[in-house]
C-alpha cells in the first residue's frame, strides 16, 4: 500500500497561484503513477492531472491544461501541483493517489486525505 499526504492548500485571490505538494512512500509496480482529483460538496470527484513516475509522462483534464503542471521529484517521491491563473471554479479539496495512470478513481486504490483550495474574487 501507498501512502500519500498532500499539503499547500489554503486561500488565493483569483488569478494568483499555488502549489500542491504530495508526499509518498516508494512507487511500486503496481502503484507507478500519482493523480491529482478534486471534488467539491455535492459533486463527483474529478480528474485533474497526473504524471507516470516511469518516464515523467503528465495528462491533464481539459480544464486546467496551461494553467496547471503537474511534476515529480523523484529522489523525495515527491509529486507537485502548480496552479496558475486559479479561478472561483477551482475552489475544490484536491486530492492526490496513486496508481496506474487513469483518469477514473477505479485506476487509484490508495489515496491522502486532501487538502483545501479556497479562491476570493
Known amino acids: 500500500q501507498v501512502q500519500l499526504v498532500e499539503s499547500g492548500g489554503g486561500w488565493v485571490q483569483a488569478g494568483g497561484s499555488l502549489r500542491l505538494s504530495c508526499a509518498t512512500s516508494?512507487?511500486?509496480?503496481?502503484?507507478?503513477?500519482t493523480g491529482w482529483f478534486r471534488q467539491a460538496p455535492g459533486k463527483e470527484r474529478e480528474f485533474v492531472a497526473a504524471?507516470?513516475?516511469?518516464?515523467?509522462?503528465?495528462h491533464y483534464a481539459d480544464f486546467v491544461k496551461d494553467r496547471f503542471t503537474v511534476s515529480r521529484d523523484n529522489a523525495r517521491n515527491t509529486v507537485f501541483l502548480q496552479m496558475n491563473s486559479l479561478e472561483s471554479e477551482d475552489a475544490d479539496v484536491y486530492f492526490c493517489?496513486?496508481?496506474?495512470?487513469?483518469?477514473?478513481?477505479?485506476?487509484?486504490?490508495?489515496w491522502g486525505q486532501g487538502t483545501k483550495v479556497t479562491v476570493s474574487s
Open positions: 504524471i507516470n513516475w516511469i518516464d515523467s509522462t503528465t
Open positions: 516508494t512507487p511500486a509496480f503496481n502503484a507507478y503513477a
Open positions: 493517489a496513486a496508481g496506474n495512470y487513469g483518469t477514473a478513481s477505479r485506476h487509484y486504490p490508495d
